[in-house]
């Protein structure tokens, strides 16, 4: 079991930056597969990046270029760069934890407007 605590959202303009954070209540080390989700209002939630023990990532094609997704195991952290952010990428951005259950965070909103 594992809780997932998000952070970093927040309001930017178009072409602007932010880093989400995501702090796990236990050790990440062995998660093999974390990653970072958003739901957009009307729409349903959808992958944006994931990354596995071993470093590995996929990315959305609508992210690629733009976000970069890491993992910090010594801070039980995971991070999801965003760059260059457009008014469509304006969501809540929820943390996953693969486990033996799938376990979720909160989320964190996002909104790119100018």
């Known amino acids: 079991q594992v809780q997932l605590v998000e952070s970093g959202g927040g309001l930017v303009q178009p072409g602007g930056s932010l880093r989400l954070s995501c702090v796990a209540s236990?050790?990440?080390?062995?998660?093999?597969?974390m990653g970072w989700y958003r739901q957009a209002p009307g729409k349903e939630r959808e992958l944006v990046a994931r990354?596995?023990?071993?470093?590995?990532?996929f990315y959305a094609d609508s992210v690629k270029g733009r976000f970069t997704i890491s993992r910090d195991n010594a801070k039980n952290t995971v991070y999801l760069q965003m760059n260059s952010l457009k008014p469509e990428d304006t969501a809540v951005y929820y943390c996953?934890?693969?486990?033996?259950?799938?376990?979720w965070g909160q989320g964190t909103q996002v909104t790119v407007s100018s």
């Open positions: 990354i596995t023990g071993g470093g590995s990532t």
């Open positions: 996953k934890a693969n486990l033996v259950y799938a376990y």
């Open positions: 236990r050790s990440i080390f062995s998660i093999d597969a």
